[in-house]
C-alpha cells in the first residue's frame, strides 16, 4: 500500500515544485516545458528510455545545471526556503582489490581525520548510527569494492540520509540490484519516508516496483509525456510507445 503523502498545500521544505524548466547544453535542447509536482511525502518515479534526459534533470533541480523556468520548494506566494537534499548516484565503480572498507568511506565524507588513522570511537558510534537507518551495521568493516549492488546502495543512501534531508534523490537505485534486493531496498524507501517524513524522487527502469511504491510517476523523454498513478502511466499509450510494452510486461 502507498503511503499517503500531506494533503492541503506543501509549505515545507520537502516540496519540489518544478514550472516550465527546459535545459539546453550547447546547441542541443535537454529538457523543455517540465513541469512537476513533487508533494510532502510522496515518492515520485522518473521514467523515459535511455538518453530522454532524467539525469539532466535531477543535476538541474541539485543546482549543477544552467536552466530556464522556476525550480521552488513551495507552494506560488509562499517563501521558499532551500532545502537539504540528499543524493544517491548510479552506483560507482569500485576496485575489488581496494582495501577501502565502508568505515573509511564514511571517514573521509564525513570528518577531517585522515581515514589512515583510523575512526575515533565517537565517529565509529556514529557511522553505526547511519548504517542503521539503512539496517546495515554489519557492512561497516567490510570493504567497498566486494559489497553487493544491493549492500553498496545500502551504504551510499545511509550517507545520503547524513544530515537528514528534506528531498532524497536517487538515480537509478536498483541499478546491478538482484530481484529480492529491489524488494528490499524499496522497502527501505518506503521505511524512510514515513520514518522521517521527507519526498523521493528517484529515477528508474524498472516498473514492476512502481505500482506499489511510487504515487506519482512521469514519463520523460525531453519533455514530460505524461504524467500521473502508477496504473495510469504504464497502461497509457504514451508509455506503450516509448518502451513497446503495455502495464510495465513486455
Aim: net charge negative; with cysteine.
Amino acid at each position: 500500500m502507498r503511503f499517503a503523502p500531506h494533503g492541503g498545500s506543501c509549505g515545507h521544505s520537502c516540496c519540489l515544485r518544478v514550472e516550465n524548466v527546459s535545459v539546453r547544453i550547447g546547441s542541443d535542447s535537454i529538457l523543455k516545458d517540465v513541469n512537476l509536482h513533487v508533494h510532502c511525502g510522496e515518492m515520485v518515479a522518473l521514467i523515459g528510455p535511455n538518453g530522454a534526459g532524467k539525469s539532466t534533470f535531477l543535476k538541474t533541480v541539485l543546482g549543477e545545471r544552467e536552466y530556464e523556468g522556476i525550480i521552488a520548494f513551495s507552494e506560488p506566494g509562499q517563501r521558499s526556503k532551500k532545502p537539504r537534499i540528499g543524493y544517491v548516484p548510479q552506483s560507482p565503480n569500485f576496485d575489488p582489490s581496494d582495501p577501502v572498507s565502508v568505515a573509511d568511506l564514511f571517514a573521509c565524507c564525513m570528518s577531517k581525520r585522515p581515514a589512515f588513522l583510523g575512526l575515533s570511537k565517537s565517529m565509529r558510534e556514529t557511522v553505526l548510527e547511519c548504517l542503521e537507518r539503512v539496517h546495515g551495521t554489519d557492512l561497516i568493516d567490510k570493504r567497498v569494492g566486494t559489497l553487493s549492488g544491493g549492500e553498496l546502495q545500502r551504504v551510499l543512501l545511509a550517507l545520503a540520509l547524513e544530515p537528514m534531508p528534506n528531498i532524497l534523490i536517487l538515480d537509478e537505485p536498483l541499478s546491478g540490484v538482484d530481484v529480492e534486493g529491489m524488494e528490499t531496498l524499496m522497502d527501505m524507501l518506503d521505511e524512510i519516508r514515513k520514518t522521517y517524513d521527507l519526498s523521493i524522487l528517484m529515477t528508474t527502469h524498472d516498473f514492476s516496483m512502481l505500482p506499489r511504491y511510487a504515487d506519482q510517476v512521469v514519463l520523460i523523454d525531453h519533455a514530460v509525456l505524461i504524467k500521473g498513478s502508477p496504473e495510469t502511466v504504464l497502461n497509457s499509450e504514451e508509455f506503450s510507445r516509448a518502451f513497446h510494452m503495455k502495464g510495465g510486461r513486455a
